[in-house]
Nanobody, 115 residues
Framework: VQLQAYGGGLVQAGGSLNLSCVAS????????LGWYRQAPGKQRELVAE????????YADSVKGRFTASRDNAARKTMYLQMNSLKPEDTAVYYC?????????WGQGTQVTVSS
């Protein structure tokens, strides 16, 4: 299984960015795709996750500003629309896939929000 993340970059506070993550390989149909982030000197934290059944879970800090979705067809692509970005959203964002006892990580993508 491989996870490839796209998007990220530099944006001013109040701006928007869209991240996407594509999973490839043999993936169990019941799974959870998620985005995590890690800021310098901080622990990695959950941003948003979606189950293959359509349930969504968001960190309190991004509720109302970030929207996570999955493609309807193969269910192997996850998107994260980030609006009203704040400097505290600056971090490396990681894509995650987990099912059964397996846990996969993609490479990180940098999101920098300037004030």
């Amino acid at each position: 299984v491989q996870l490839q993340a796209y998007g990220g970059g530099l944006v001013q506070a109040g701006g928007s960015l869209n991240l996407s993550c594509v999973a490839s390989g043999n993936i169990f149909r019941i799974n959870v795709l998620g985005w995590y982030r890690q800021a310098p000197g901080k622990q990695r934290e959950l941003v948003a996750e979606l189950t293959s059944g359509g349930q969504t879970n968001y960190a309190d800090s991004v509720k109302g500003r970030f929207t996570a979705s999955r493609d309807n067809a193969a269910r192997k692509t996850m998107y994260l629309q980030m609006n009203s970005l704040k400097p505290e959203d600056t971090a490396v964002y990681y894509c995650n896939l987990r099912y059964l006892r397996y846990n996969f990580w993609g490479q990180g993508t940098q999101v920098t929000v300037s004030s």
